[in-house]
């Protein structure tokens, strides 16, 4: 984890340092038990980053990936912000 | 959560135009999303934002208001307020802002407390099926206060 370049926030600054074992290491700090849907919504939130697309809540529940509900039961306390440190990518700036 | 001291946001919304509206449900869904509690008490004018056949037709006053940069007399003119509020819209749906009902499920979704104000709902004679089903309760102002149940409550009107 040394060599991973985090910001002060403690979001990845190069996302193609992300790895499964990175991701373990932020879910860990950020108390999230990873499970298999966990990997499904970071699978999503890569995707939508690497298409140039923002990240909304409103996106989430367009998404057919998951609801909103889940999602904020997967990542408790800032499903977002929390899921998109996980995944590796930026922390989404929109303010919905 | 970061260093917010802010752990619960209580709104009072009590007007209906979309500017208000909309501050409400932005502030509390921000709040949702940064981790912090959130409940909305619907209370007078408010409610319109809760009534199944009005909530998709809130609209955006042209009178009254100088930051609309119109004359009075010009906002009070048949069709300005309905031109106003489609552009805002326009405007709002460009930076991907959901629709009044959307909204209200996205903050349901999000755990979101969406509360009616009993003396409200009583003064304009509307019974539960006039609600939305979302809805999580008619309380009296008590009984929200007794929402502020945590050090770092805040309680804001519109």
Known sequence: MENIKRNDEGYLTDFSQWTKDVALEIAKEEEIEMTDRHWEVLTYLQDKYQKEEALSIRGIKKSGVISIKEFYNLFPGGPLKKSTKIAGIPKPKSCI | ?158
Do not use: W
């Open chain 2, 1 to 158: 959560m970061g260093k917010t001291k802010v752990k619960k946001m209580l709104f009072i919304l009590s007007k209906a135009t979309i500017d208000s509206v909309y501050a409400a449900f932005i502030m509390a869904n921000g709040a949702r999303m940064e981790g912090i509690d959130a409940d909305i008490f619907f209370t007078f004018f408010g409610l319109e934002a809760i009534q199944k056949k009005k909530l998709a037709h809130l609209k955006q006053p042209t009178v009254g208001n100088p930051a609309m940069h119109m004359p009075t007399l010009l906002g009070g003119l048949p069709g300005m307020e309905a031109l106003a509020t489609k552009m805002m819209l326009k405007e709002m749906e460009k930076l991907d802002m959901p629709p009044v009902g959307e909204f209200l499920e996205i903050l349901s979704d999000s755990g979101c407390g969406l509360y009616a104000c009993k003396l409200a709902v009583d003064m304009f004679h509307l019974e539960e099926k006039d609600l939305i089903d979302d809805i999580d309760g008619v309380l009296t102002i008590g009984d929200f206060y007794n929402q502020a149940d945590v050090d770092g409550t805040q309680i804001v009107f519109i």
